[in-house]
């Protein structure tokens, strides 16, 4: 049984954590790159940084991890405390679970990649055990025929409302989520982000807005959910 040296205790407000940089952040012609919507997420966690530390992560995941930058800064973000942390990432796009594995490995990050559907292949291995989510979805209206395609438009199409794979989605957390994890996910205006919260909140969750910004072209918040005691 692996022990996770995790001490709330010495976390500084004052120390500025490590994310990932940009030049150290591979690419790929048919993988989305980070932009507005990864720099929110990133900066979604920096905010909350104190408790993710102290939740004293032993799994932690991302659903849809492109480039790798967020996973990658999760992991920097946690690895001054939390040395026993394991992380995970899933997509459904190859080049981008090999675009993650290079992303990881240039920041000295050990990340257990896959390439699945949402998170198809690890629901039985990590059952209720993700201490941490992280999930920047499909959110773009689009026609739904474009949802699940091959290569960097299955990045951001999402169907109607954007919500296609959204929607199921929120239908693993549950299983997915350790008893006190946490789930921290980028959402559109166009999302419905507080029809959102009241599924999840009839499913047992609480939830809130953790860090929400405008851009020219769209209104973003990355909505975060707890399970309800």
Known sequence: MKINHCDPKVVSPEFAPKIAKMQLVSSHPEVYEPCDDSFLLVDALLADRSN?????PKFCL????????VITSLALILSEYCSSTQFFATDINLHATQTTLQTSANHGVHCEVAVTDIALCLQKRLWKSIDVLVVNPPYVPTPEDEVGAVGIVSSWAGGFKGRMVIDRILDVID??????GLTYMVLLS???PLE????MRERGFGSRIALQRST?????????????K
């Open 175 to 180: 299983e997915l989520l350790s008893s006190n």
């Open 216 to 228: 020219e072209e769209e209104r973003l918040c990355v909505i975060k959910f707890w399970r309800e």
């Open 196 to 199: 959102i919260s009241q599924v």
């Open 52 to 56: 993710l530390i102290n939740q004293n």
């Open 62 to 69: 991302e659903i849809g991890c492109g480039s790798g930058y």
């Open 190 to 192: 166009e999302n419905d």
